[in-house]
Each structure stands twice: as C-alpha cells, then as structure tokens.
C-alpha cells in the first residue's frame, strides 16, 4: 500500500499547472485501490505571501472545491486544511533545527527571491522546511508534484535522513517526487511558467466569455493566417496538446503547417477543449463553491481522521527530542 500526498497552496485560485501538474496525477494515483492518498491545503504556506484573511479564506474553498470537483474520494482518503492540524507547524519547530542554513540559501524558492531581501519574510526563508513536515509527518511515500518542487522534495528526504541519523532508527519516512515528464512545466499565457504570482494563469472555472477573454490573451508571434507556422513553439497549440486527444492534436499540428489557418482558430479550439473536457468538473466546483456547509462537513471530518495520523507521528518525534510524547 502506498501513500499518496501533496498540497497545493491558497495563495491564488487553482490555475491549469497546478490541475495538469498536481490535481489531476493526485486524483488519478487515488482511484487505485492499493494507494491511500492524503491531500490538503497549504494555507499556512499561502502566509508566506498573501496576507489578507477574507481573500485566503476564499482560495481555501476554491481549492478544496477543486479537488472535489475532479472527483477525489474524501470517504476512502484524506482530505484537509494545513492550518486546522497544528502538529504541521510543531513537526516544522522541531526539523528547522535539523535544517542547515545554506540548504535553505541554496532553495530556488528563496533564490528567485533574494535579490530584494528586505522583501523576504522569515516564513518564506524556511518555506521547505514547513513543506517538509508537511510531507513526513503523514509517513508518505509518492509525492505527485510539478518540477518545480523537485528540489523542496529532496530536501525533505536530506531533513529526513539527518533526523532518522539522530534518532538511529527510520523514524521518519524519505518520500519520493513523482513529477509526470509530460507535464513538467506548463506555460502560462505568456510563455513563462503558468503562475500565481506572474499572473499569467488560465483559470478553468471562469465563466465561458471570461475564460475566452483570457485565452485570446495568449501570445502568439505575428506570422500572418495564410502562412503556415511552428506549433513546436507556439503556446496556445502547446497548452492544446495537453488536453486534447492524439488525433485532434495531430490535425492541430497539420492545420499549422498547412497555412490558411490562424492563432485565433486555434484558440477557439483551445476554448473547445478545456469546455469538453472539463464539463463535469466546473458543474461540481460550482456546486460545492456555493455550498459552504456541505465543504466545512468534509474538510472538518477530514481534519479528524489527519490530526490522528499527524499525532503519532509526533509523539514518535517528541519521544527522540526529550520532550515526552
Ligand atoms: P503550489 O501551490 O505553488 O502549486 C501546487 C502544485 O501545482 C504544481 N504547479 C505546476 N505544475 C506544472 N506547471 C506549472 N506551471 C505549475 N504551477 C504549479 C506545483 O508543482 C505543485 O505541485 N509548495 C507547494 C505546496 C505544498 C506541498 C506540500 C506540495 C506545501 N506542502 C507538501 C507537496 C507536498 C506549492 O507551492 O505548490
């Protein structure tokens, strides 16, 4: 039996590279019957950013509504918010003082940053640290995520490894990235990594005319409609690609090397796709967005069976350090 976890965090509404690049996997992994999966909201990693209340308490409930909305099954699993299982930030304390300094200077997440360190918050300086805590307090296995939380995942193994050496015993669990090489990096509408902070993301739930609004923005390059063109470097036939079947993309592909046919053609057919595809799960986001009750009931019975989880493993932790358990 293997366990299944990650978080995403409530720092933004959940964009298309968090569904291809986390969501998605994480469902699909779940539905095996062998694996328990353990999925919850960083919303306390979301601090490390967002600041304002009313605006993470909404990305909380959007983001719990999206991973119900792609079906994940919160009877058989566990579902949760970060913030409602104190034992995360405990677990947290304690690996900091396991972590060393130039691990945490050497993060990307803290690298991309550093430039302006009067803007670095202590919180976002030890952001790998929470995650890892996150991650082995839980004794998971498979880490769906995207590549860009390829490294926080080995340094949770090092932070791991470093405490089980104390201890002299495998008190914790080293867990594995699973990063799904056809999805690495989504781009987002201008050709960077799709984002929360570059604002540059395709959000799936908007309303049909918003959701068009937002994919005619996709940059394109400025070859006319009669002259064919590279799909290898173009966005929009690159985001078609990941959610459409081989043969509508194969006649994406020859429609662009043909000619005579347009970006705005494509982006029609990007729109199409992500409306077929997606039906079901913007019906359910919907749903469960405007039933408040009904989410608290699931995220509350999920927080139960996490906190029992999260316990003994702490206790195992506190039996080490001296501090009882
Ligand atoms: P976050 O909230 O930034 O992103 C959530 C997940 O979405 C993936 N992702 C992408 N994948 C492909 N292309 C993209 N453009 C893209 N943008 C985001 C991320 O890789 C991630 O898997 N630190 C995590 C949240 C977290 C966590 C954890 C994850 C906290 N604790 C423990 C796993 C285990 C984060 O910032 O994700």
């Not at 990650?6 to 968090?18: E, V």
């Not at 699993?77 to 050497?106: D, G, I, K």
């Not at 000619?259 to 729109?271: C, I, P, R």
């Amino acid at each position: 039996m293997a366990r299944i976890l990650t978080g995403i965090q409530s720092s933004g509404l959940p964009h298309l590279g968090n569904l291809l690049g986390a969501i998605q996997p994480a469902v699909e992994l779940s539905r095996n019957p062998d694996n328990e999966s353990f999925l919850f909201i960083a919303d306390l990693h979301s601090l490390t950013t967002l600041k304002n209340g009313a605006e993470r308490e909404l990305y909380v409930r959007s983001i719990a509504s999206t991973w119900l909305a792609f079906g994940f099954d919160t009877d058989k699993n566990v579902f949760w918010r970060q913030s409602r299982v104190q034992e995360h930030a405990e677990l947290s304390w304690y690996l900091s003082c396991f972590t060393p300094f130039p691990m945490l200077q050497n993060a990307t997440s803290f690298k991309d940053k550093s430039e302006k360190l009067a803007d670095v918050n202590a919180g976002l300086f030890t952001y790998p640290v929470l995650m890892s805590a996150d991650i082995l307090l839980y004794d998971a296995n498979i880490i769906p995520v995207g590549k860009d939380q390829k490294q926080h995942l080995e340094m949770a193994r090092d932070i791991a490894s470093r405490f089980n050496q104390l201890a002299g015993e495998d008190v914790l669990i080293l867990p594995e990235a699973r990063i799904d090489e056809k999805m690495m990096t989504i781009p987002g509408i201008d050709g960077q990594k799709m984002s929360k902070s570059y604002n540059n993301y395709i959000n799936i739930f908007l309303p049909e005319n918003e959701l068009k609004k937002v994919i005619k923005k996709i940059v394109s390059d400025s070859t006319p409609l009669e002259e064919p063109k590279d799909p290898e470097t173009d966005i929009t036939f690159k985001l078609y690609s990941l959610l459409a079947s081989d043969a509508e993309i194969d006649t994406m592909r020859q429609n662009y090397l043909n000619g005579g046919y347009g970006y705005g053609h494509a982006k029609q057919a990007l729109l199409e796709v992500i409306l077929d595809r997606y039906a079901e799960p913007r019906r359910l986001y919907n749903y469960y967005m405007n039933n408040n009750d009904e989410l608290e009931g699931i995220l509350k019975a999920g927080e139960e069976k996490a906190r029992v989880i999260a316990r003994r493993t702490i206790s195992k932790v506190r039996r080490v350090l001296g501090f009882g358990s």
